[in-house]
Structure formats: C-alpha cells, structure tokens
C-alpha cells in the first residue's frame, strides 16, 4: 500500500501561482510514476502533468508552459508548481503514484485531492 498526502491548495487569482506538493509513504517501488490529475465540477478527471522516478515529464497541453513538476525522490515527493493560472485551471487536484511490475500487474494509488480556485 501506498498513501499520499498532498498540500499546497488554496484560492489565487488569474495571472498568480501555486505550488502544490504530495508525500508518498509506505511501500514504495523504486521504479515509479508520480503526478497530477485534476477534476472539475460536471467533468472528467484529467491527466494535468507526470514525472518518472527518472525525470521523464509529460504536460497536458492546457497547462505546457505554465506549469512545472518535478519530485524529490529521496523524500518521495512530488511537486506542481503552477503559474500564470487561469479560472479554467479551478479544479480538485489530485496526486497519482503508479508502478507497473514485470508481467503488466499496476500498482495505482490516489491522494484525496486538493482543491484549487482560481477567481477572475
């Protein structure tokens, strides 16, 4: 089992930033991939940005150029920071930790999610 705990949600205005973090614990595969999805009211959660224990990153399109992760993987954390935020960036933001063993078997875990407003 793995859990997540995330922090760094809140409320900014269009044009600011965030900076959102999430800790992973318990039984942690060297060989990961950690990230953000988001989910706004009445839609469908989306891949909002992953990294690889490696460094491999990959964006949504929303967000390429405006947001940045990255992860610590001595502390096995991950980090989105966020700039030039938009309204349409209001979502529940939630952190994603999986493995994939040997054989295909994936190992998937989800933080509760971090609100995230941001006011016109």
């Known amino acids: 089992q793995v859990q997540l705990v995330e922090s760094g949600g809140g409320l900014a205005q269009a044009g600011g930033s965030l900076r959102l973090s999430c800790v992973a614990s318990?039984?942690?595969?060297?060989?990961?991939?950690m990230g953000w999805y988001r989910q706004a009211p009445g839609k469908q959660r989306e891949l909002v940005a992953t990294?690889?224990?490696?460094?491999?990153?990959n964006y949504a399109d929303s967000v390429k150029g405006r947001f940045t992760i990255s992860r610590e993987n001595a502390k096995n954390t991950v980090y989105l920071q966020m700039n030039s935020l938009k309204p349409e960036d209001t979502a529940v933001y939630y952190c994603?930790?999986?493995?994939?063993?040997?054989?295909?078997?994936?190992?998937?875990?989800w933080g509760q999610g971090t609100q995230v407003t941001v006011s016109s």
């Open positions: 318990g039984s942690i595969f060297s060989i990961n991939t």
């Open positions: 990294i690889t224990n490696g460094g491999a990153t």
């Open positions: 994603n930790f999986k493995h994939v063993r040997v054989g295909g078997a994936v190992y998937e875990y």
